[in-house]
């Protein structure tokens, strides 16, 4: 990996806008099959990552689809990147066609060596605002690891469920959301490479479709819950079309743990605070 001093790249920032438009909000719904929110309302738990895209020209990204580094993020180049996380604080709603704006700071840069080799963890610190009202605060962890086999071997095995939706990942619904968020990582789309390149075994599921889908579930069986809090960690990759189960459970008043879960057990896990 190109070497680099992290005090050259903590502390910058970067600025986004954006309309929250029927026309893209039609395209989300129908994604989910959901029905598309009206002007006024308040947009959905997490739609907000199918906004704020960087909209790179196609001879600005990398082998792997994702834009070039050395820009924005640091020159983590020759490796593999996943988004490993987030940690989203809901402190009001955010409005169906209105105009947003989201700013970001490139907030901690560290190094990790565990089993899988080297790791480079990236932390975004992002606010999305609208009509001058701080409305969503998140961190948004970023990993880039050596291009070393991914980890593929089971997980823990998911608790009991007091709620559990069934999700069949097929090449439809990934390649709808790679477009919604117009995210070009070919791991999502081109078998050829996510097989020969990065060597998993088939298509891999995104991770923050997976948390938008585990929220919604959440939601549905908790349909008075005001949700405050959201975050969730990427444990081991779902691999398409292999189905899986988003399911959760209350721990305390106000508090639940969801996960994700195939065959091979659990494959994210997340928490939720609400009221």
């Given at each position: ?47 907000h ?7 790179v ?5 990398g ?48 190094e ?81 490479y996510?097989?020969e ?37 990427g ?34 896990r ?6």
């Open positions: 990996m190109q070497a680099f001093e992290r005090g050259d790249w903590l502390g910058r920032t970067q600025e986004r806008h954006d309309h929250f438009g029927t026309h893209a909000l039609r395209r989300i719904a129908a994604t989910f099959n959901a029905p598309t929110p009206k002007h006024g309302e308040e947009l959905p738990w997490l739609w990552w199918c906004f704020f895209d960087d909209c020209n196609s001879n600005g990204l082998p792997d689809g994702h834009p070039q580094l050395g820009e924005f993020m640091p020159p983590a180049h020759g490796r593999n990147r996943m988004w490993a996380g987030s940690r989203v604080e809901f402190i009001q709603p955010l409005q169906v066609g209105m105009d947003a704006r989201r700013t970001t700071i490139l907030q901690h840069i560290e990790k060596h565990g089993r899988s080799g080297s790791l480079l963890f990236v932390t975004l610190a992002h606010e999305y605002w609208q009509a001058g009202q701080l409305c969503v605060r998140e961190e948004q962890d970023i990993v880039y690891r050596e291009p070393t086999p991914p980890k593929l071997a089971a997980g823990d095995t998911p608790p009991e469920a007091q709620w559990s939706e069934p999700i069949s990942p097929d090449p439809l619904l990934l390649f709808r959301y790679s477009a919604l968020t117009f995210n070009a990582h070919r791991i999502h789309y081109d078998f050829a996510v097989t390149t990065e060597g998993y075994p088939n298509l891999v599921v995104h991770g923050p479709l997976t948390a938008t889908l585990n929220l919604a579930a959440f939601v549905r069986a908790n349909p008075l819950a005001q949700v405050r809090q959201f975050s969730f960690r444990v081991r990759p779902l691999i398409a079309p292999a189905e899986f189960q988003v399911a959760g459970c209350h721990t305390a008043r106000g508090i639940a743990d969801l996960w994700a879960s195939d065959a091979g057990g659990i494959s994210q997340a928490s939720v605070k609400f009221d």
